[in-house]
């Protein structure tokens, strides 16, 4: 099944194309454009059958700490029955195209372009294309930081077309969020929302705060404000900001321009190394 969300096409550019392009790495954010995830640059993974993922975010020291990403594409017949190798880890998978077919703790879900699942560290899944096309989907792993007496978050499944999108004030609807969590749940110590701006809307100040991003852009184009540089985004890139970053953005047009957000919440600051 196929969908609107644009991702990398994989493959490999021509020996006539430029090797110039987005792609920067700095102090303080990284952008990874769709036209340099090519198939050299994949990694494959432990326990999955016919399955590769581009390696986006990865906890680095100095720079962003508290998650991984990955853009995952798996063959007809591919998939794990242990997708997860480490004790503690949740995740939260959005899938881009085609059809996976998932088991929760036992439940069987089929799942579809715009299908959301956040998976806690106390559940068991598997994933599996069972289809004749390939399936892409997004994965954000974070290491859950429990808190005595929360409790921890329930696994759920979900799609982002029933998650009606809620404005930010004073943008008459031309800046909007769709929140899958509620902000005042604090058994979750990450939120993945999605974010979209109507052509000329904007981020009207340069946000500069604690939080991580991972941030895939869905679809669209804007210019986006990181630190001190303006840098042009489309769908299929891959923007990394560490904490304290400063960001802005213009949606210039002529669609509307959508990414899937990652930031870490609802918890103190950690001390000490590995915290």
């Not at 489309?234 to 923007?239: E, M």
Request: charged residues 20%.
């Amino acid at each position: 099944m196929t969908s609107r969300y644009q991702s990398t096409q994989g493959g490999l550019p021509t020996q006539q194309d430029l090797m110039t392009g987005r792609a920067v790495f700095t102090e303080s954010y990284a952008v990874i454009p769709r036209g340099v995830m090519a198939d050299i640059v994949t990694s494959a993974l432990p326990f999955w059958d016919a399955t590769f993922a581009w390696v986006l975010a990865r906890p680095l020291s100095g720079f962003a700490e508290t998650f991984s990403q990955y853009l995952v594409e798996v063959a007809p017949g591919g998939g794990s029955v242990r997708p997860e190798t480490e004790d503690g880890i949740e995740s939260v998978l959005f899938v881009m195209d085609g059809t996976l077919e998932l088991v929760l703790d036992g439940q069987a879900h089929m799942l579809s372009p715009g299908g959301y699942v956040y998976i806690p560290p106390t559940s068991s899944w598997t994933l599996h294309n069972r289809h004749d096309e390939p399936a892409r989907f997004l994965w954000i792993r974070k290491r859950y930081a429990p808190v005595e007496g929360l409790g921890t978050p329930e696994a759920f499944v979900t799609r982002e077309q029933d998650v009606e999108a809620e404005p930010m004030p004073d943008t008459n609807g031309g800046w909007a969020t769709q929140r899958f969590v509620r902000s005042d749940d604090l058994r979750h110590d990450m939120h993945v929302n999605i974010v979209t701006f109507e052509p000329g809307s904007v981020i009207p100040f340069e946000e500069t705060h604690v939080m991580e991003h991972g941030l895939f852009v869905l679809e669209g184009k804007a210019a986006y404000k990181l630190n001190r540089d303006w840098v042009e985004v489309q769908g299929g890139d891959f923007l990394w900001l560490r904490a304290f970053c400063p960001q802005a953005c213009y949606a210039g047009g002529p669609g509307q321009f959508r990414y899937l957000l990652y930031k870490d919440v609802n918890r103190h600051a950690a001390f000490g190394v590995g915290l």
